[in-house]
DNA sequence: CATGAATGAGAATTCATTCAT
DNA sequence: CATGAATGAATTCTCATTCAT
């Protein structure tokens, strides 16, 4: 006569109040009541099924890091077999954020940063995001320098290159809106991507401004 | 026959003692306390030379950018008389933070951005701090675009993509460090730089990895 | 299965700390923690049931005001229809404190006004009963006047002088006691009334001193 | 070589800072450091002055009474020997707060009375004067009831009476304006005096509404 | 006498967390 | 599982008062 457990969808409620308190919010002006006030619950119901605030953050960044990384396998799945594609899928999948993604996750991810910094909780999760992309990066730069019949030493550091800028299109958009159009950011980013590695037989960026 | 003012050497090492503290803690984290701790003051005394607890984050924007600008203008000064070179000292400018800025410095400019983003007092000077770069970066690369013969029409997009990458050196930097190497971002950056402008009249980037 | 809700009994339970601190304290001096002590409950439920320190001065506004006007409404029910009785019946509901009024109301009472002067939240609700109170005077003085065939013109500025001796007997209790001596408030109140109005045809004023 | 101390006058300029600062907001809302600067001070200063804020009320106290009396000393001398005239000057002289009262005084004397229960410093001289005050109506409602032929046994009350009504016409006029008509309080409180005493050989009231 | 910096004790308020129901 | 009252520590800010100059 147990009834099902709606812990699953409870939590997830959580975090989404999260995400949308702190799309205007800091992670700490987010306070529990609001969380739950977002989420539709009460207050003492968030503690059921969370440890504590913190907790609801890490399952935030998870939550973040797991849609990005889905996104890009969707479009690397659609990306054509070919060096610069596949880092181009990279690029669209992180930094069109226009397109599909909903705008609180932005304003959230831009947040994570500082908090990861100083929370190790926090900071496990983040780093390991981080760690992995910059893998991917490093793994499809290395693709391309390879086909060019380049040394690939150098590929992580401009793998690190790229994904700075890919951060800060993200932190400049949230910090100062409009200074980067709307819709520019992936076509800029290919280009510096280009002159990151460039060499004669690259393809031109598509979308950027040129 | 007054005690002569020392008000501003306070309000400095305040301004300081919330750096210090910001080095390892957020905004909010960083309480008054804790500031006048770190100042060696007593609580009290912070709100005898400050409204409130943002205006010294106020003032702390306010220092920060001013040092950047310093630092920039002495590059300036220093660089040849070359649009490219003017672009490099930007960059070094800026970028170049693990050289002669103050560690704490970094850190906390992370930091300014989301409350920026939600504290319009604070909001006021560090847009006006980014506006006034990406129209510097914009009048470098239009000279650059203009000493080539080519038109001029995107430097603006071409500014912020590069304003966007050395904010996302920051914070990278700060988040996960060692990602990128100390003292590979203004190279990387500069061979950013070319891959947005780039043509065959360029001279090659130094100090970034190849 | 959740726990019933208790908030009012709370608030009601805060209000009277609140009456009783300023009893002998000013509102100002009234800190939360004496409210809440006053009140046997912990400082932080306080702000749980009450947004703020004012919000319980309004609620206590509130509540004299009620006891007040369903004193009055009490002797009015009790009273002769007559006009003289009527007007005692105002006077012996709103002056003879001494009977029936817990005495803290009375301190209470005389702290309000200059609250109600400086603060609209407080102001709005008092000025409203004050303004009912002096309408209601006006109507018996001008139904005592019209019975005796005079002109009602002047009623509501008799009125007033009525209201100001009831409020001044208030405030004389409780800044210089024993000055009017205990029970003779509502007598001398309605041998003032009688000198405002009076005529050969007015009954002789019950109670007061000769 | 001593120069001439100061510090009758900056006594005086402090209490002024008082009254003025008293005139829209609390006793104790009015900060040392208001006064101060409302007095064109330092803040400092008000300490080399008086020993604590309170002295500072209490020769405000001691001001006010002074001048009132001042007042009904020069109002006593022009009147005619005449014991309604004598009972009507001390009502001019208390309750025209519209002629040549400053309003500050009045709004300051209605604060007084709170503190005065609160505080034995203040306390002790608000209640001397009252006291004082009381006894001067008392010896002309005696003098008007002898005159009469009457026995003046009930004067004290009668003068009570006289009193509360005065002080409430402040209170009330600070509390909610317009109530009492300006100019009308005088009238209004020479016909009640008239109801408390009357017989047939008194002359009518000027001034009020009939 | 005068200045204004400094102190330190509260003040109101917020909030994560606990817990009885 | 759910509710929302309760707790108590921490936070920002105010202010009377002191004191070096």
Known sequence: MARPSN?????????????????????????????ARAAGLGPGLVHYHFANKQAILVALVERLVAG?????????????????????????????LDADADPSAVACWTRLGDEAARRPEVGVPYRAAIDRWHAALTERVAAILEADGRPT?????????????????????????GVIPPGMAAGLLKRMARGLLGTATMPPADGGPR
């Open 68 to 96: 990005l990384e889905a996104r890009h396998r969707r479009r690397l799945d659609d990306a054509p077999d070919d060096p610069w594609a596949r880092l181009d899928a990279f690029i669209d999948a992180f930094a069109a």
């Open 7 to 35: 812990t699953e969808e409870r939590r997830s409620q959580i975090i989404d109040g999260l995400a949308r308190v702190m799309a205007d919010k800091t992670y700490e002006q987010a306070s529990v009541a609001a969380i």
């Open 153 to 177: 030493a150098a590929a992580g550091e401009a793998a690190a290159g790229l994904l700075a800028a890919i951060e800060g299109a993200f932190h400049l958009g949230a910090a100062a809106p």
